[in-house]
């Protein structure tokens, strides 16, 4: 599996935008980017995907480079509730890989 | 619609004991992934089994097993528990699996503790 580089740790104000990185520069041209959060004491969640494009839902936007190479996911207004493991996962296209690689991720810290 | 439910949510068991853990998936959903997160070694995948069948495996030893039924309800069964297997066992499941652009859908795991 392709790997991915995120900064293990990142604060940010309340009712600020939060924009966290990762790197993927072995990723393939079928490669998904994932991004998956963990809040304390609960199992990992689903935050958003994108193969080429940038991709806004209700939770959180992600921006792709052009090359593919990095994603960057943009938390509009960081509330208390959003701090969590924050997880940038590549996922193959082949049908039958449910397999998740996840790293160590980025702690996400808000602060009041 | 129902999340991922696992039972037992907590677990404490002894060296050499061996434990059952189960997962009931989101109804409709046929892949049923098994992962372990500990402090040290972070989340890791154990297995996954679709249709009944184990479909992808992770790096454990052949203590860690797993069987899904016609209902898609999923085990995992640890025999001769070490110290060791002390952690957090996360469920997720997934309508048909994919991969790529499919969502998984975590269950709040079963903390098991090993003395």
């Known amino acids: 599996d392709a790997k991915t580089t995120q900064p293990n740790s990142m604060e940010s104000n309340e009712e600020e935008p939060v924009h966290l990185p990762c790197n993927h520069s072995t990723i393939s041209g079928t490669d998904y980017i994932h991004w998956y959060r963990q809040l304390p004491s609960q199992g990992p969640e689903y935050v958003i995907h994108?193969?080429?494009s940038n991709v806004n839902n209700r939770m959180a936007s992600l921006a792709i480079a052009e090359d593919r190479k990095s994603s960057t996911l943009i938390l509009h207004r960081a509330t208390l509730r959003d701090a969590a493991v924050y997880y940038c996962?590549?996922?193959?296209?082949?049908?039958?890989?449910?397999?998740?690689?996840f790293g160590t991720g980025t702690r996400l810290t808000i602060i009041p | 619609k129902a999340g991922v439910t696992q039972t037992p949510r907590y677990l404490i068991k002894t060296r050499g004991q061996q434990v059952t853990l189960s997962c009931s998936p989101i109804s409709g959903h046929r892949s049923v992934s098994w992962y372990q997160q500990t402090p040290g070694q972070g989340l890791q995948f154990l297995f996954e089994?679709?249709?009944?069948?184990?479909?992808n495996k992770g790096n454990f030893p052949g203590r860690f097993s797993g069987r899904q039924f016609s209902n898609s309800r999923s085990e995992m069964n640890v025999s001769t528990l070490e110290l060791g297997d002390s952690a957090l066992y996360l469920c997720?499941?997934?309508?048909?699996?994919?991969?790529?652009?499919?969502?998984?859908?975590f269950g709040p795991g079963t903390r098991l503790l090993v003395l």
């Open positions: 089994y679709f249709s009944e069948t184990q479909r």
């Open positions: 997720a499941s997934s309508t048909v699996g994919t991969g790529g652009w499919e969502t998984q859908y």
């Open positions: 996962i590549l996922r193959a296209s082949n049908f039958g890989n449910e397999k998740l690689t």
């Open positions: 994108g193969l080429t």
